[in-house]
Each structure stands twice: as C-alpha cells, then as structure tokens.
C-alpha cells in the first residue's frame, strides 16, 4: 500500500524535463530565506539587492561545497568513474558542506561590500532555519533522509502524526522514523528563538548566527542517529563510544539509534561535525567577548565602509559601528560602559 501512496516526485513536465518537487522545494525554501532576511534588513535601512546577490552567489556556491563534501566521504563509489561526480541530480549532497560553501561565499562578499559579515550573518540566521525548514519536505517527497524502523502505532499514536506523513514514511512496506519532520520542527523553534532574543541588550553582533550553528548541531547531532543512510567512517573505539554515551538520553524518550553497518564506519560524521561545530561556536562567543569584538550590539546600526562619502544614520538609542564622535560637540566623555543602555 505504501508504494500506492507514495507522492510521485516529479511536480510536472515540460517536454523531455522533469521539474521535480525537491528542486521547488528547495527553491521556496530559499526564496522564503531571503525574505526573512531582507524584512530584518529593512529595518537597518540596507539594500534590499544585498540579500539578492547573496542568494544569487551563495546557492551555487553552497551545492558545488555541499557536493565535494559528499564525494570526499564517498570516494569509493566515484574514483572508478570521475564524471559521476558531477551527476548531482543522482543525489549525493551534505548540509554542512553546504553550509560551508554559503558562509565563504557570504565573508567573500560582504567584505568586497563593505560589511561586517558577522553584522549581516546575523541577519541571515533565521532566513538559513527557514530554508532548512522548508528544505527537508524534500526529502520527504523523495522518501530519503529516514530513519531506522518504527511501528505504524508509534507514528499514529505515539507522535499523532497525519496520515500523508505516515503513509509515505511507509517505503516497501515498512515504517520508518521521519527524521526530516524532527529536523523540520527543530529548525521552526530556532526561529521562534532568534526571533524572541535577537534584539535584547545582551546580544552582540555575531551571536545569533553563532547561535544558529549551536542550536542547529544539538539537534542534527541527535536526529542524525536515527537515520540509516548517515555518511560514516571507521574511527577509534573510544570516539563511537563517547559519541554514544553523549546520544544515550534520546533512549530515554523510546528511541533507539538507526542501523549503522560496522564495516562501513562506526562513527557518523554529521555527528562528530555537529560537536566540533557546537564546541567551537561556544568558544568564538566567548573569544570575541573577551577580546573586545562583541562590543557592538545587534541592534546597533549597520553601515558599510565603501560608503565614505555618505554619513552614518544617527540613532540616539544606538551608538554606529565604526563612528567617530563629532568634532565641535560639548559633551563631556562618560565614564559609563560603552554599550550605551536602552
């Protein structure tokens, strides 16, 4: 029945081409990114063309690096015939290569612009959950990115899900975990966080994007242990353990790890990439508190240095990054914190 139900993956055609769901799906995922965040980029009188060409350079650039991370872990399967490597609509693409390939497209350009990438990546945070968000309805569509087997009670009656979600997580007659609904709920509440905390007194420019990488890796690194198609490599016993012990509490809740072949590897790299992203995001907070480069506010004006003929929106609430004070005024130097207070 499940193979009956299964929603077909090609939206429609156009002669010999197949416009496939995962493609829209992806596409509206970005498009409604970039929306997110030229709405918050409105709001620091910024271009909206900015968050354009971002997308426009920032795409292409996150699907080639998401590509070389798969094959890189995949070689195996490409070294004998090369050209598969670029037959990227097989599938065979990595998140955190992507988001690599985004983040060196963004620090490229933001700086030839005149920005502080750490100014305008904030900006950017909830736009990358909502595109992730949308993003994994994908694989939804294209039945992938599941996780190990489940009972259809426990999708029916323990998780209470709708019958479109339980039917297609039915492939070949078994049910399986939806882990791309949990990273899609995950992904939601990260939003609803950047968007409650965003403007507080206490976050500095950079610290919601570097939120976003937290809270992104908490929840990939218990989510990707559900799944059955993780990319995996063969690492020392005391790591698979460490990363297993750290996984455990997710029994706790009726879970249990999806099945990993022991001679394929014995540690996913989508967990491990998700400690070492948590660790070091932890530590650039941190750092850049300690060091004086969170001393701007998120909320304080953002203004490139191209622009130096053009003076700098004043915002009585605000102090502008990179300003001098101007010459002639008659007040006094304050003794207070340089984070003016609102």
Known sequence: MGALLAINPIAFSIGPLAVHWYGLILGLGAVVGMLIAMREGKRFGLPQELFMDILLFGVPSAIICARIYYVAFQWDQYKDNPLKVFAIWEGGIAIYGAL????????????????????????????????QLIGRWGNFVNQEAYGGEVSETFLRDTLHLPNFIVNQMNIEGVFHHPTFL?????????????????????????????????????????????????????GPNWLASLIHGMWTPMTWFGFEEGYLDAAY??????????????????????????????????????????????????????????????????????????????
């Open 100 to 131: 690599i390939g985004a983040v060196i497209c963004a620090v490229i350009y933001t700086r030839i612009k005149g920005y502080s990438f750490w100014r305008i990546a904030d900006l950017c945070a909830p736009g990358l959950f909502a595109g």
């Open 182 to 234: 949990y990273e899609s709920l995950w992904n939601l509440v990260g939003i609803l966080l950047i968007f409650v905390i965003r403007r507080r007194n206490f976050v500095r420019a950079g610290e919601i994007f570097i939120g976003y990488f937290i809270w992104y890796a908490i929840g990939r690194f218990f989510i990707e242990a559900l799944r059955t198609d993780s990319l995996a490599f063969q």
């Open 265 to 342: 590897g014995n540690v996913r790299i989508s967990q491990l990439v998700a400690i070492l992203f948590f660790v070091i995001a932890i530590a650039l907070i941190i750092i850049r508190r300690k060091n004086g480069q969170a001393n701007i506010r998120y909320s304080d004006p953002i203004v490139s240095s191209k622009l130096s003929t053009a003076l700098p929106a004043v915002d009585e609430k605000h102090r502008v990054e990179g300003a001098a004070p101007s010459a002639g005024t008659d007040k006094k130097p304050s003794n207070d914190d340089p984070l003016r207070k609102e």
